[in-house]
Structures are given as structure tokens and as C-alpha cells.
Nanobody, 128 residues
């Protein structure tokens, strides 16, 4: 059984930083890529960024470009989300997700339906 577990969430002031981690486990776990999503109260879950394990390509949503960085250790089945210059608008539950399908040209899928496994999420709260 595949499990994804996020950690590193918390409360931070605007302008601060947090680093989220996502550790994956499972004997049959062979993702082609992993993504980070977030969901704010009353809003749809949206993609933040992700990494293709096969190509190494990293992609981001426009709203976080230049502030967030996705990195990972394939051998450890772990992916990270470094979040800098946080804004109150970044407040949300953050989820990691894994996709078994190959990403054409390593392009990050933005639809929730593309992902096969999900973590339970970690809360990030940015105060003004």
C-alpha cells in the first residue's frame, strides 16, 4: 500500500519561510512524478508545482514562481517544497501527490485527476 505523508506546515508571518516535506512509502511505489497542491477554504484545490522523476523537470504555478522551490530525492522517495516570501494568500492545506503515468516532455499535470496517490495534507497559515 502506498502512503504519502506531508510534514513541515505551521504558522508563519508574512515574508517568512517554511519547508514542506513529503515522504512516500510502499513496495509498489514507482511514480513518474510528484506534485504539490494546495486548497484554501472555499476554494478549489490547485497545483502549486511538481517534479518529473524521469526528466528532472520542475514546474510551478505562476502564483508561486520565484518564491517556491520544489526539490526531491528520488532514491528516498521524498519531495520538498521550499516556500519563501510567504503571503497571507498562501494560507491553505498543502498536499503532495504522486502520479504513475509518464508526463509527456516532463510537463507537470495540473489536474487532480492525473494523480494516483495523495497525502492527507499539512496546514500552512501565513499571518499578516
Amino acid at each position: 500500500q502506498v502512503q504519502l505523508v506531508e510534514s513541515g506546515g505551521g504558522v508563519v508571518q508574512a515574508g517568512g519561510s517554511l519547508r514542506l516535506s513529503c515522504a512516500a512509502s510502499g513496495r509498489s511505489f514507482r511514480p513518474s512524478g510528484m506534485g504539490w497542491f494546495r486548497q484554501a477554504p472555499g476554494k478549489e484545490r490547485e497545483v502549486v508545482g511538481g517534479m518529473s522523476w524521469l526528466s528532472g523537470r520542475v514546474s510551478y504555478a505562476d502564483s508561486v514562481k520565484g518564491r517556491f522551490t520544489v526539490s526531491g530525492a528520488n532514491a528516498k522517495n521524498t519531495v520538498y517544497l521550499q516556500m519563501n516570501s510567504l503571503k497571507p494568500a498562501d494560507t491553505a492545506v498543502y498536499y503532495c501527490a504522486a502520479d504513475r503515468s509518464v508526463w509527456p516532455a516532463g510537463v507537470l499535470p495540473t489536474s487532480r485527476g492525473n494523480y494516483d496517490y495523495w497525502g492527507k495534507g499539512t496546514q500552512v497559515t501565513v499571518s499578516s
